[in-house]
């Protein structure tokens, strides 16, 4: 246990070596939350949807950061990491504690990043319902480290895989819940139910017993994606 | 002599990525879902904005979509090239220099690459515009692209020799969505950008792109100006930062 909370604790200090990635953590959420979001119910009116209003607006804009900074960060520790788990494993850990320690720490990664983004969507508008806000905030972010370290599993080249978490994040975004008018299989993005929960605390309306089940579906689905990659990057040549 | 190892070492960078078929695929499937996707989405609400010269035009939301998203695509995707191109060079090229490269001739090598990753996304970005918007002038419309592509690129070089990847991944979105995204947006309030706007390294391309998309007579020579000077200024800088971090490295293990 003391091992894994080693290595875990390294694994997060891995991250927040380079002082500008703390400082980006802190900012871009807060950025997305008081500026993004300003812009968004513009931006979705064209696209004719219907996410109108600055409680929403800015509400989905803390999942967004959220998603994102989880999935490039989950993508990195996959792609830059495989060796030195690979060696961690052999040595004696495991690959499965090595998984484990990797998933914790993007998860309290990810719990940064979303405390951020609510402590910001607070200030800015209050919140109607302040934890259901935070559990819909903190499952993008646990969605997107599943995001992220499927991509970094299947793809090997840095720059192909950080364009592909772009694109599947594009791809969410555009598809969520009141963005658009149009529907179709793209209608379907894997933020799409907490996108749905976090609108409704932001604006004050409750969500049904099925819609958490989904989102709560969504997110264990993620860390088990995650648990698999972070696991066969650990794994693969360690013997 | 050092036309050969240059043209050698330029072939074997188009090599590394045509070995990569996935990077080509994204690099055009990127832009090419954004875009289409972004016009497609759009509705034709009434808008006016504001032209490089003065004039207002009244527009569509659908159109102004279509005038502007390519310069978004294109500079998020250069921007990401960028750093990695940078990360590589600087990983891989001070072995050429210990080989006898002069620090010079693997930088330019580097950035042809990167040049030629650019350009093919500029060429998807208005392969596909072209099939939702046509510009009143193609010239500066997409000269607009081609500055942006460099401009960002280069500013992804430069984030790729000072930052860690992830930290520069995490700037490059930042700067791409405020820059282009909100503050030069015509999509956005009045559509005319506020004064600091011009502060910013997109400022210049997009005025031009927005010329170019709506006037058929120039009236953007100022705004040329600033983003020929942006883009030589950090293609200068990104060239002399690897260079000297290149040289200075392979100096080192000798």
Not at chain 1, 26 to 46: H, N, Q
Not at chain 2, 14 to 29: D, H, K, M
Request: proline fraction near 3%; charged fraction near 10%; glycine fraction near 12%.
């Amino acid at each position: 246990m003391s091992a894994f909370a080693t290595v875990g604790g390294s694994f997060v200090r891995e991250h927040l070596r380079a002082p500008l990635t703390l400082a980006l953590l802190v900012v871009i959420p807060v950025f997305f939350v008081l500026i993004f979001a300003s812009v968004l119910g513009e931006f979705a009116d064209a696209l004719g949807g219907t996410l109108a209003g600055g409680a929403a607006t800015s509400a989905i804009s803390a999942g967004w950061a959220a998603a994102f900074l989880c999935g490039a960060l989950a993508f990195f520790q996959v792609s830059s990491s495989r060796g030195a788990d690979r060696r961690l494993a052999a040595a004696g850990l495991g690959a499965a504690r090595v998984a484990l320690a990797r998933i914790a720490a993007a998860v309290a990664l990810g719990v940064v990043v979303s405390a951020v983004a609510f402590v910001t969507l607070w200030a800015r508008n209050g919140i109607a319902h302040p934890w259901h806000s935070a559990a819909a905030i903190l499952a993008f972010a646990l969605i997107y480290v599943g995001v992220g370290a499927l991509v970094g599993a299947l793809v090997s080249g840095q720059l192909e895989g950080s364009l592909l978490v772009v694109l599947v994040f594009a791809v969410d975004a555009f598809s969520g819940p009141s963005m658009t008018s149009s529907g179709g299989i793209l209608a379907h993005g894997p933020t799409r139910d907490a996108a749905k929960l976090l609108i409704a605390a932001g604006t004050g309306q409750s969500s049904s017993g099925g819609e958490w089940g989904a989102v709560a579906a969504a997110v264990t689905a993620a860390l088990a994606v995650a648990f698999g990659a972070f696991w066969l990057a650990a794994r693969s040549r360690s013997g | 002599m050092a036309a050969g190892r240059l043209s050698t070492a330029i072939a074997m960078g188009t090599r590394e990525q045509r070995r990569r078929p996935l990077l080509l695929i994204l690099l055009v499937v990127f832009p090419a879902y954004v875009i289409s996707r972004s016009i497609a989405e759009t509705q034709a609400t009434p808008h006016t904005i504001g032209l490089p010269g003065g004039d207002l035009v009244l527009t569509s939301m659908k159109e102004l979509h279509g005038a502007v998203m390519a310069g978004t695509a294109i500079a998020f995707a250069a921007g990401l090239c960028g750093v990695f191109v940078m990360q590589s060079a600087l990983a891989g090229d001070r072995r050429l220099v210990l080989a006898g490269y002069r620090a010079g001739e693997a930088v330019l090598a580097r950035l042809a690459v990167l040049a030629a990753d650019t350009a093919l996304v500029v060429a998807v970005s208005f392969a596909v515009t072209s099939l939702f918007f046509t510009p009143a002038a193609w010239v500066p419309f997409a000269c607009a692209g081609v500055l942006l592509g460099v401009i960002y690129g280069a500013l992804g070089a430069l984030l790729g020799a000072l930052l860690d990847k992830l930290a520069a991944t995490y700037l490059m979105l930042f700067l791409v969505m405020t820059d282009l995204g909100i503050v030069q947006n015509p999509m956005f309030g009045d559509g005319t950008p506020v004064g600091w706007a011009a502060a910013l390294p997109g400022h210049g391309p997009v005025r031009l792109m927005v010329d170019g998309a709506y006037s058929p007579t120039f009236h953007a020579g100022g705004e040329l100006l600033l983003g020929l000077g942006w883009a030589a200024a950090l293609g200068t800088t990104v060239y002399l930062l690897l260079a000297r971090a290149v040289g200075t490295d392979a100096e080192r293990m000798a």
